[in-house]
């Protein structure tokens, strides 16, 4: 879709300002600006990009649009179904976290109605005497309304993450790992003289490729050296070979030259949220820190599309900042982007390793792993 600023005007701006009031964010009671986006239209927008953990820089692109076509639907407006079409928005959300709060496995509340949610909620038709149809219609509803949680002592999907985690045991021979250099092809990401980050990030990315193929990992790559895809396609890809891990690789850029440092990233943010997937970038963040001597800058929940429509824990690292005069020959120095895949690859071991045998931050070695 065409996106969409300050100043623009016409009926696709119209179609946000309409979301942006429905959803309590906007007075849009003045028509002569129903149709303008003025500045008020943009703070709105900012502050519902906030909310939702994706990119806040007020604009209205194709992930912004889709997360507000998705936030003024509520449970019970519409049926919600597989059989037709992958319906997406906030009453599917609200139902995804109803079911995994009774203990239904549906994998996570992503706000997508795909087919484990479907098997999810005839699972509960069954069990409370309904058909199962996998329909949510006002029969479920009222049932949904009437039951509350099966499961206590914890969250339900933090218990079924941990355990799922433990019992894949601690060696990484036989693990599916999924390995995502952003951008590619005629999507260079930033710039910086004749360094772009495509190229810097698939270097990386074949650099830890390696190391996992040398502990017997099974390894994809979600593009090749001089092509792209999209988010989606790269989050179907970990979804369709049944990936236990995916780690996507970025360098940050800025206008100014000031910003430097590192940062992780994993689904949360919103109202549901990965829990082994803020361990593991807890971990990358830890060891990458501790291994290059890049600033610290914390790791952070985000709803991105490719943290949130993958089914497995899935960080992505910014790896620094190729505008910056600190992090930017930390970057270009080949010797570095090998040690920054050894912390990578120590992080992954110390995911599945039990408490008790996990070393400090900063101190084991691949030599160790193999």
């Known amino acids: 879709m065409q996106l969409l600023r300050l100043g623009e005007r016409g009926s696709a701006v119209a179609d946000v300002r309409r979301m942006l009031a429905t959803i309590g964010l906007l007075d849009n009671t003045d028509p002569l600006k129903a149709d303008v986006f003025d500045e008020p239209t943009e703070l709105a927008v900012r502050h519902f990009q906030q909310r939702r953990g994706i990119l806040v820089d007020g604009m209205v692109g194709a992930e912004t649009f889709a997360a507000l076509t998705g936030a003024h639907w509520r449970l019970g407006d519409r049926l ?27 994998a996570r ?70 390995i995502d250099p952003g951008h590619g092809g005629t999507d260079t990401g930033f710039v910086y003289g004749d360094t772009s980050e495509a190229d810097l990030v698939w270097d990386l990315a074949t650099r830890f490729e390696g190391r996992l193929k040398a502990l017997g990992v099974q390894t994809w790559l979600t593009r090749g050296p001089s092509n792209t895809r999209s988010d989606t396609e790269r989050a179907g890809l970990a979804n369709d070979v049944g990936a236990d891990l995916v780690v996507s690789l970025h360098v940050d850029g800025f206008g100014s030259p000031r910003p430097h440092g590192l940062a992780v990233y994993y689904f949360g943010g919103v109202e549901a ?10 971990l990358v963040q830890r060891e990458l820190v501790a291994r290059t001597g890049l600033a610290d800058n914390r790791i952070h929940g985000k709803a991105w599309t490719m943290l949130r429509l993958t089914r497995m824990p899935a960080v992505r690292v910014e790896l620094g900042y190729l505008s910056s005069p600190v992090d930017r020959p930390k970057l270009l120095d080949p010797l570095f982007r090998d040690t920054v895949a050894e912390g990578l ?26």
Request: hydrophobic fraction near 40%; aromatic fraction near 4%.
């Open 80 to 106: 919600l179904s597989h059989e037709k079409k992958e319906l997406s928005g906030d009453d599917v959300t609200h139902l995804q976290r109803q079911l995994l709060e009774m203990g239904y496995d549906i």
């Open 109 to 178: 509340a992503d706000g997508y109605f795909g087919p484990r949610t479907a098997a999810g909620l005839r699972a509960f038709q069954r069990d409370v005497g309904l058909v199962a149809d996998g329909i949510c219609g006002p029969a479920t509803l009222l049932a949904l309304r009437q039951l509350g949680r099966r499961v206590t002592g914890g969250r339900p999907q933090l218990l079924r993450e941990m355990v799922a985690v433990a019992a894949a045991g601690p060696s990484l021979l036989g693990k599916r790992i999924v």
């Open 273 to 282: 949220s990965s829990t082994m997937g803020e361990r593991l970038a807890d």
């Open 345 to 370: 690859l120590v992080a992954v071991q110390r995911l599945y390793l039990p408490q008790a045998d996990d070393p400090p931050t900063g101190v084991m070695q691949i030599s160790a792993l193999a």
